[in-house]
Nanobody, 120 residues
Framework: QVQLVESGGGLVQPGGSLRLSCAAS????????MNWYRQAPEKERELVAA????????YYLDSVKGRFTISRANTENTVYLQMNSLEPEDTARYYC?????????????WGKGTLVTVSS
């Protein structure tokens, strides 16, 4: 059974930092691209950051470039999202996503999310 469990969310003041973690089990972690999405109230879910299987390639949403850093530890089956200089607009539920395509079939798994609230 595949499980993705996010942690590290919470309430933080503007300008503060948080580090999100996502622990994976039930999958060959190193074979999956790992992604962080977020969804704010009444908004669509958006891709925030992505990291390739080996960690050598990353993607960031324009609004988080220079503030967020995605990384992964394949030996620990964990992906991280370091979030600095947080802004109220970053308030959302953050979801971990694991995705791979193998022989034409896409495998796509989601965690339940962790809530990040940026407010003074």
């Amino acid at each position: 059974q595949v499980q993705l469990v996010e942690s590290g969310g919470g309430l933080v003041q503007p300008g503060g930092s948080l580090r999100l973690s996502c622990a994976a089990s039930g999958v060959t972690f190193s074979a999956y691209d790992m992604n962080w999405y977020r969804q704010a109230p009444e908004k669509e879910r958006e891709l925030v950051a992505a990291v390739s299987t080996g960690g050598g390639s990353t993607y960031y949403l324009d609004s988080v470039k220079g503030r967020f850093t995605i990384s992964r530890a394949n030996t620990e089956n964990t992906v991280y999202l370091q979030m600095n200089s947080l802004e109220p607009e970053d308030t959302a539920r953050y979801y971990c996503n694991a995705r791979r395509t193998l022989l034409g079939r896409t495998y796509n798994y989601w965690g339940k999310g962790t809530l990040v609230t940026v407010s003074s």
